[in-house]
């Protein structure tokens, strides 16, 4: 019986505890149909990154892609926690190759810009705490928790390892479902689970409030894919942050939807965020609802419109270019249509002459050649040896002026 009574007791208990916690909207994200209304941000949250552009989906974030390599991502509440009793609801996935490294932080710290887009490995003084998901020393997944009040210098320090205050062993890889990290932090410390098994806990951990919320996520050559489904704080019902939301009257009408912007971009086309049809009683909310889609959809298509124009004009602008280009250039156009006019009657020509080469004999030509040469040759064998003798003969001295110079030259000597 008193087993049956504790047990009862303790149920109501915790039922009584489960019904004081409320999700805090501004620190809170995923716990709804869309993590972003329009793709562009989360609300409440900065998000930022290195090396890359943060994928915002309508079920999660992308903080750190399977490509490129050397990533960081950061998401950071705008708001500060007012509670120091407080449970938070973690759902992430990691991917990647089989080798594949990186880290994913959860910190809630007194200075985020102290921390911004860094991991464990790389900040150097913070004040708060931080939960590490990575594979440090090569166990294939470890969970880890480290507190610092400002006074370590986690960057230059040469064993972080001794600093955890708690850890568990954890493969959180390629799992192909997210996993879910809860942190509770009461006034009995801190306990930590993982897929709603218990991974450390401790009492002496006392954390104040006006801290913030904050995510990391970095990668190293072989990158994994960090991907945040949704990040959800409870605190106690008196206990929220931001102003008290009011409670509507059952007679009180919806105001109309107003228009937003897609995008910042120049131009974007307007649209009606979506409303539940249970909120239109009226014939007249529903007539103006209609009427303010019906004008978004108007404004869209003028824009189109305003585009189509823009384009036709540059169109019509680069055929005047063109256009002009060409009348410049007719001269060249000339000259080179005269030269080729002028090929083609060489080519001509050429092919005339080899026709007539091909067609034509030659061979009486050439036996006639050939006697021509036959008969120059026989003259020159016939008469060349009498003409040579006869010119020696008339060259050559006579023998009486050869006596009469020998006989000059010995007067001349005996005188």
């Not at 410390?189 to 006392?206: E, Y």
């Amino acid at each position: 019986m008193k087993t049956t009574a504790r047990s009862l007791l303790a149920a109501a208990i915790l039922a009584t505890t489960s019904s004081a916690l409320s999700i805090v909207d501004n620190l809170s994200f995923g716990t709804g149909d869309r993590i972003s209304p329009n793709g562009r941000g989360v609300p409440g949250w900065s998000v930022s990154a290195q090396g890359h552009s943060p994928q915002i989906l309508s079920d999660r974030i992308v903080l750190t892609p399977p490509t490129p390599a050397n990533t960081r991502g950061a998401l950071w509440a705008d708001h500060t926690l007012t509670s120091t009793d407080w449970h938070v609801d973690f759902s992430f996935r990691a991917s990647g190759e089989y080798q594949g490294s990186g880290n994913l932080q959860l910190w809630l710290v007194k200075d985020k810009n102290a921390v911004a887009q860094t991991d464990l490995y790389g900040v150097e003084k913070f004040d708060g705490l931080a939960i590490v998901i990575d594979q440090y020393n090569n166990r294939g997944g470890s969970i880890r928790g480290f507190l610092n009040d400002g006074g370590q210098n986690f960057k230059s320090h040469s064993s972080l390892e001794s600093l955890a205050f708690g850890h568990c062993d954890y493969s959180y890889r390629n799992l192909g479902r997210p996993s879910k990290l809860s942190i509770t932090h009461d006034t009995a410390g801190l306990t930590v689970k993982i897929d709603d098994k218990n991974c450390f806990s401790t009492s002496r951990v006392a954390l104040p409030s006006g801290y913030n919320f904050g995510i990391t996520a970095s990668t190293s050559e072989s990158p994994d894919s960090f991907e945040i489904y949704s990040f959800a704080v409870s605190t106690a019902f008196n206990h929220h942050t931001g102003p008290p939301v009011q409670a509507k009257r059952a007679d009180s009408k919806p105001s109309p939807p107003t228009l937003q912007k897609l995008s910042d971009l120049p131009s974007a086309p307007d649209f009606l965020p979506d409303v539940l049809p249970e909120t239109l009683t009226s014939q007249k909310e529903q007539f103006a609802d209609l009427h303010n889609r019906i004008q978004g959809v108007t404004h869209q298509i003028a824009d189109m419109y305003a585009l189509l124009a823009t384009l036709g004009h540059r169109l019509d602008e680069r055929h005047q270019e063109l256009a002009a280009s060409v009348i410049q250039h007719g001269s060249s156009r000339d000259q080179i249509g005269r030269i080729d006019h002028r090929v083609e009657e060489v080519e001509r020509t050429v092919q005339r002459i080899l026709r007539d080469v091909e067609s034509k004999d030659y061979r009486m030509q050439l036996s006639e050649m050939r006697e021509a040469v036959e008969s120059v040759r026989g003259g020159v064998s016939e008469h060349l040896p009498e003409k040579l003798g006869q010119i020696v003969r008339s060259s050559s001295p006579r023998h009486w002026s050869l006596i009469g110079v020998v006989v000059g030259v010995q007067v001349a000597l005996a005188a």
